[in-house]
């Protein structure tokens, strides 16, 4: 079971290290439209808000840019609030629904509903990256984090700046005693979000034990 573990993780954190970092993400072209509708109050952001799309990737590429230069963690999470609420939205209404069911569910710690509405969420709208990350955190919960990894390497492919995911990779490496994987995982979300204090105190606590083991 370890093993399998292992290697599924070895998986998720490949896919991190081929995807493009902030840097060269913003050199390049820009991707394809990404998955999370923009927000109606959120128009003042994206002109584009009205279109019947999921939003334009540039509105995407710019708050994390200002995600990536933000100056405190006030900064930070108010960018970040921006980018979770285009994550947020599938542009199907049966989808959002359902995911507000699954979500309430997970507060009322139903956790076989909720993955059961998430389940469906997916087959609805199989490249909405936060149906995966949502059901990533609902078996998480369940205590299936083997499952819970290849959701998050599914949430990657479709949004490989989702640095929730990450976190909960590296949470979920961390508590398996794989250190060294979760601080890779850790690390990379924090190339995408600099003042995530969450992040940034886990890796404080993994720094002299990781870095002086690879030293």
Do not use: C
């Amino acid at each position: 079971m370890m093993t399998v573990r292992k290697l599924t993780a070895a998986a998720v954190l490949a896919a991190l290290a081929a995807a493009p970092s902030i840097a060269a993400a913003q050199a390049q072209p820009l991707p394809p439209q990404r998955p999370g509708a923009v927000a109606p109050a959120d128009k003042d952001d994206n002109p584009a808000a009205t279109a019947p799309s999921r939003g334009p990737a540039a509105t995407l590429e710019r708050l994390f840019e200002r995600l990536a230069a933000a100056k405190s963690p006030e900064e930070a999470k108010g960018i970040a609030n921006l980018i979770q609420r285009r994550w947020a939205r599938s542009g199907s209404a049966t989808a959002d629904l359902l995911m507000t069911r699954a979500q309430t569910a997970m507060k009322e710690k139903r956790l076989e509903l909720a993955i059961e509405l998430l389940d469906r969420v997916i087959s609805l709208d199989p490249d909405w990256a936060e149906g995966w990350n949502q059901r990533a955190n609902a078996l998480f919960l369940a205590g299936d984090p083997i499952r819970s990894i290849i959701d998050i390497g599914e949430t990657l492919k479709r949004e490989p700046r989702h640095y929730g995911a990450m976190m909960g990779l590296g949470t979920i490496l961390r508590q398996q005693g794989d250190d060294k994987r979760a601080m890779v995982a850790y690390r990379r979300a924090l190339e995408i979000y600099p003042q995530l204090e969450a992040v940034k105190s886990a890796v404080d606590a993994l720094k002299t034990e990781v870095d002086g083991r690879d030293a």
